[in-house]
């Protein structure tokens, strides 16, 4: 980790990093007195935008209702510390969107067998599907030094 290696992630290497494994995303908003506020959500990734099925009642639902723009990070919590930090814009699906499958497809993603039955349990609760659609994002590989160390962000437009 003492080396210049550091860089962005190639759009390859971001999708496997956002597909793989159970990283949890956080998804930062501003509540209704101007305050930050972070909230961890399961989330998948499709290569262009991040699906998330959130309970109705949470206050980054309501903070997103109100303002839908958001900050989202993705980020390894063990060595190589990389992460994905995104500059994005919510969509919600509405009623008519059919959240149970994918939903169920994030509870064994991250529960595992093991789990379905308390993800189960939960369908009785209303739900909010929505997309985070990245308007810029920045990434840190994880090797050798962060670039931040030596220049500024570089955030890039999403495509």
């Known amino acids: 980790?003492?080396?210049?290696?550091?860089?962005?992630?190639?759009?390859?290497?971001?999708?496997?990093?956002?597909t793989t494994g159970r990283l949890f995303a956080k998804i930062a908003t501003v509540n209704e007195n101007g305050f930050p506020s972070i909230s961890p959500v399961w989330y998948t990734w499709d290569g262009s935008s991040f699906l998330v099925?959130?309970?109705e009642r949470t206050g980054m639902v309501k903070n997103l209702r109100r303002d839908p723009r958001c900050g989202l990070l993705v980020d390894?919590?063990?060595?190589?510390?990389?992460?994905?930090?995104?500059q994005g814009e919510i969509e919600f699906l509405?009623?008519?969107?059919?959240y149970v499958e994918p939903m169920?497809?994030?509870a064994m993603r991250y529960l595992g067998?093991?789990?379905?039955?308390?993800?189960k349990s939960t369908?009785?609760?209303?739900?909010?599907?929505?997309?985070?659609?990245?308007?810029?994002?920045?990434?840190?590989?994880?090797?050798?030094?962060?670039r931040t160390f030596t220049q500024d962000t570089h955030w890039k437009e999403a495509k």
């Open 76 to 86: 390894n919590f063990e060595l190589p510390y990389k992460r994905v930090s995104v």
């Open 1 to 18: 980790m003492t080396s210049n290696d550091g860089r962005g992630m190639t759009p390859e290497e971001r999708d496997e990093f956002l």
């Open 113 to 119: 067998p093991d789990g379905m039955d308390y993800a």
């Open 53 to 55: 099925v959130s309970k």
């Open 123 to 146: 369908l009785v609760f209303p739900r909010v599907p929505f997309l985070v659609h990245p308007k810029k994002m920045t990434s840190w590989n994880g090797g050798g030094y962060d």
């Open 104 to 106: 169920m497809e994030m």
């Open 94 to 98: 509405g009623d008519d969107f059919e």
